[in-house]
C-alpha cells in the first residue's frame, strides 16, 4: 500500500490550499483516513479524519477552517484548508487504516507566510 499526498506549498495568512492523499496498491477497502501535522519542533498532531461513511473529527485549532472529505471509489482524501494562518505552517502527513494496519504517507510541506 502507498499513499501518496500532494497539494502542499507556500500560500499567504488568510488564503487557501488543498491537500490530497491518494492510497493505491491493491486496496479493497479503507476505513478511517486522516491528516495529521507536525510543526517545526513539536510534535505531530491530529488535524482532521474520516471514516469510511463520513464522519468527521477536527483538532479545536483548525475546527470552522478544515474541511476533511474523502472519494471512496477513489481511495482518495482531502483536505481544504480555508483561514490559514502562520501557526498552520507544518509538514502535513495523510494516514489510511486498512485492515487494522496504518500506512502513513510521505508528507507534504505547507508553509504560511507574507
Known amino acids: 500500500v502507498q499513499l501518496q499526498a500532494s497539494g502542499g506549498g507556500l500560500v499567504q495568512p488568510g488564503g487557501s490550499l488543498r491537500l490530497s492523499c491518494a492510497a493505491s496498491g491493491g486496496i479493497f477497502s479503507i476505513n478511517t483516513m486522516g491528516w495529521y501535522r507536525r510543526a517545526p519542533g513539536k510534535q505531530r498532531e491530529l488535524a482532521a479524519t474520516?471514516?469510511?461513511?463520513?464522519?468527521?473529527k477536527y483538532a479545536d485549532s483548525v475546527k470552522g477552517r478544515f474541511t476533511i472529505s474523502r472519494d471512496n471509489a477513489k481511495n482518495t482524501v482531502y483536505l481544504e484548508m480555508n483561514s490559514l494562518k502562520p501557526e498552520d505552517t507544518a509538514v502535513y502527513y495523510c494516514?489510511?487504516?486498512?485492515?487494522?494496519?496504518?500506512?502513513w504517507g510521505q508528507g507534504t510541506q505547507v508553509t504560511v507566510s507574507s
Open positions: 494516514n489510511a487504516l486498512i485492515r487494522n494496519v496504518l500506512h
Open positions: 474520516i471514516t469510511r461513511e463520513g464522519s468527521t
